[in-house]
């Protein structure tokens, strides 16, 4: 049973560029939440989606960024207009039901550089 | 708003002594409080988990205790070995959604 897929694994990026993040949930799962992770700190919530809805968006920032989960495909964060402090791990954590203690799966981040 | 504290920052142990990390949080509402596992440059893994209507879990070498009451809950790794060495993060379910809080984690060495 495949875990929660991310890519690309590690993404380079130029100030003023795009940068979109794509994860597949677990199988069977249909809620999807993405965190960021600066180094030495830890996970902030950005996004909580399910299909085709977001839920709460309430950690991300009002501009420039978005997150969409399409009835088929995977999820996609994306970042437009890249500043240096864009750089930082983006995870993406799956579950499969909508109830609050259900446990939620990591996938293996993508690190995004801004040059 | 919601917060989950988290001491300390560094511990060092011996290998076979026991590591101990305690977190708060503010939310009244929170109900699931999961520990993540992260070595260097991978993705958090969850070790082990905590519903708010149990006061204790063991798993093996790892148990957590919640006192709700008091907003706290507590990590704790009996036997430690040098394969323990990794940051360890908190985290506490935000309101009636599913999104986490996370403490700033606590890195954890133990020497061999």
């Known amino acids: 049973n495949a875990g929660v897929m991310q890519n690309p694994r590690h993404l380079v990026r130029r100030r003023g560029q795009e940068a979109r993040l794509r994860c597949s949930p677990m199988k069977g799962h249909s809620h999807v939440y993405w965190y960021r992770q600066l180094p030495e700190e830890g996970l902030k919530f950005m996004v909580y989606l399910q299909k085709e809805n977001i839920i709460d968006e309430s950690g991300m920032p009002k501009e420039r960024f978005s997150a969409e989960f399409p009835k088929e495909g995977p999820s996609i964060l994306r970042i437009q207009q890249v500043v240096r402090g864009d750089s930082a791990a983006y995870f993406c954590?799956?579950?499969?039901?909508?109830?609050?203690?259900?446990?939620?799966?990591f996938g293996d981040g993508t690190r995004l550089s801004i040059l | 708003g919601e917060n989950v504290e988290q001491h300390p920052s560094t511990l060092s142990v011996q290998e076979g002594d026991s590591a101990v990390i305690k977190c708060t949080y503010s939310d009244s509402a929170s109900n699931y409080f999961p520990w993540y596992k992260q070595e260097l440059g991978k993705r958090p893994q969850l070790i082990i988990d905590?519903?708010?209507?149990?006061g204790e879990k063991k798993d093996q070498r790892i148990a957590v205790t919640l006192n709700k009451t008091a907003k706290h809950f507590s990590l704790h790794i009996t036997e430690t070995q040098p394969e323990d060495s990794a940051v360890y993060f908190c985290?506490?379910?935000?309101?009636?959604?599913?999104?986490?809080?996370f403490g700033k984690g606590t890195k954890l060495s133990v020497k061999p």
């Open positions: 905590i519903r708010s209507n149990v």
């Open positions: 985290a506490a379910t935000r309101g009636s959604q599913g999104n986490l809080i």
């Open positions: 954590a799956s579950s499969p039901v909508q109830v609050v203690d259900q446990p939620q799966h």
